[in-house]
Each structure stands twice: as C-alpha cells, then as structure tokens.
C-alpha cells in the first residue's frame, strides 16, 4: 500500500505537453515533471486534489481529465508514492497568477513552465521525474493523446470467473458510494431485454471466459463519479472481494491484479 497518493496532469496544448522545468537548491542537475501534487485530506477525490493542484500550480482551466493509470514510485527516504495520471488538453491559464504555498519557499526552487512535443522521442531527451511517470508515458503516447482527445473515459475489467457480481456491487457501493441501482447485472441477453436501463455500470457475469468471465464495463460516469483509473478500480475492488482481475495496461501488455491488490504484467496476453 502506498504512503502518499498524488495526482498528475498529462497536459496537452496542441501537439506539447505542458511540464514545469525544475532546479532545487543541493539537486545539481534540472529535471521535468508533470503539473500536480498530494492528495489533501479536505479534497473529495482524486478529481478534486487535481482540479485543485492545477489551479494553485498553473491557475489553469482544463477538458474534463480522464484517468489513465498510476505508477507507484519510491522516494529518497523509502516512502512509496502512487502516481495517479489524469490526460487534459489545455484551455487557458494565467502563470502569474498562480499561488501555490511551493512558490513561496525558496528550498523548493524554481518551477518554470515549458512545453516539450508530446512523442517519446522527446520525453526520453528529458531528465523527467518520476522516471516511473516517464517509462509509461513514453509507451503510451497513442493512448495517452487519444484519451486527451476524447475527454472520456472507459472501463472494461475482467474478473475470475466466478467472482459473485452481487460481490462486485456491493464493493462499488463500499469503496465509492456508488448506488446498487446504478449498477446492472446480468448477461448480454439480460440486458437486450430489459425495457429501461440507465445503469452506470454493467456486470456481466458470464462473459464466456473459462478463466475471466465476469466482465465489469463502464464509461465515462464512472470516472466522474470515482476518478480512479481502471488499475485503481481492480485494485480495490480485488482487495473488497478477494479475487483476482485482469486490466489492459499498453496494446501489449496487461496487468494481473491479484486478490491483496498486487499487480504485476501478465504473460498470458489475451488477443
């Protein structure tokens, strides 16, 4: 489990993404990040603690962000942090009147905004930190920019087959508020044939996988109402129910969440 959680903004101007070039009194060399910052205990959701960050940081009005992943990385003095990345596209800001506390410590050094092209090519010239953050955006790019471009989001997760949906339902509940009624659960056929349904999740438990065939699929409400990413929402989710899930993480690889809420890439690709 993570010490501390953060939020960072994939900002997108056109074809650059937006980063801050820092320099730190005793860190020699410079180095690139992401706008963003710590989740505070007064801030609702991950959502909330980045609309927040981008607005002290960069004063800053974005496309609704979209939650990609997160990365864990471990700090100096071995304290494990979880990046969790949002893709935007810019739509104004005002740099001078930013006001953010970190601006006012000359221990934290110079945050100067610049805007570096969005290719890999470009991100891989950099000294970005968290190195973890760069190691996913540089295989990533495609996503990273359609998701930006779409500003919606999507969820297709595949649990053990066998995870009782009425389990899946209520963890919703427990770990993010989310109505049982705004949850469907049923198959394909079940859901053809129901009159009227407005349901922001839809589990089908018998998706035809021997291995992992209960299928949890949403879009972009779910984001809104959680602000977590698909990796965040197996995660928890496998933790409530102990089973275990699989998760898209690149075209080529995908995650294999296990049931204390581990993750590592799974071998067995499914095509």
């Not at 820092?22 to 609702?44: E, I, L, Q, S």
């Amino acid at each position: 489990m993570p010490d501390r959680h953060r939020v960072r903004a994939v900002l997108l101007d056109g074809d650059d993404m937006v980063l801050f070039e820092r320099t730190r009194p005793g860190v020699p060399r410079r180095y690139w990040a992401t706008p963003g910052g710590g989740v505070d205990r007064g801030d609702a959701n991950l959502l909330a603690a980045l609309y927040r960050e981008l607005d002290e940081e960069l004063c800053a009005v974005v496309t609704p962000p979209v939650p990609l992943t997160f990365v864990d990385t471990r700090r100096e003095d071995g304290l494990w942090q979880r990046q969790h990345l949002f893709a935007c596209k810019l739509v104004s800001m005002d740099v001078a009147g930013r006001y953010g506390a970190e601006f006012a410590d000359p221990a934290k050094g110079t945050y100067d905004v610049v805007r570096v092209p969005f290719t890999a090519e470009a991100i891989g010239d950099l000294n970005m930190q968290p190195e973890g953050v760069a190691a996913y955006l540089r295989t990533a790019i495609d996503q990273v920019w359609q998701a930006a471009q779409d500003g919606r989001a999507g969820y297709s997760v595949s649990f053990a087959s066998g995870t009782p949906a009425e389990s899946l339902r209520q963890a919703l509940h427990d770990a993010y508020g989310l109505d049982p009624a705004d949850v469907f659960t049923g198959t394909a056929e079940d859901l053809m044939a129901a009159a009227d349904v407005r349901a922001t999740v839809w589990i089908n438990p018998d998706a035809g996988d021997p291995q992992y065939g209960c299928e949890l699929s949403a879009g972009d409400s779910l984001a809104r109402a959680t602000g977590v990413s698909e990796l965040e929402l197996a995660t928890r989710l496998c933790r409530l129910t102990a089973t275990t899930a699989l998760v898209a993480a690149t075209p080529l690889h995908t995650w294999l969440v296990t049931p204390d809420g581990d993750y590592h890439h799974s071998h067995a690709l499914r095509p």
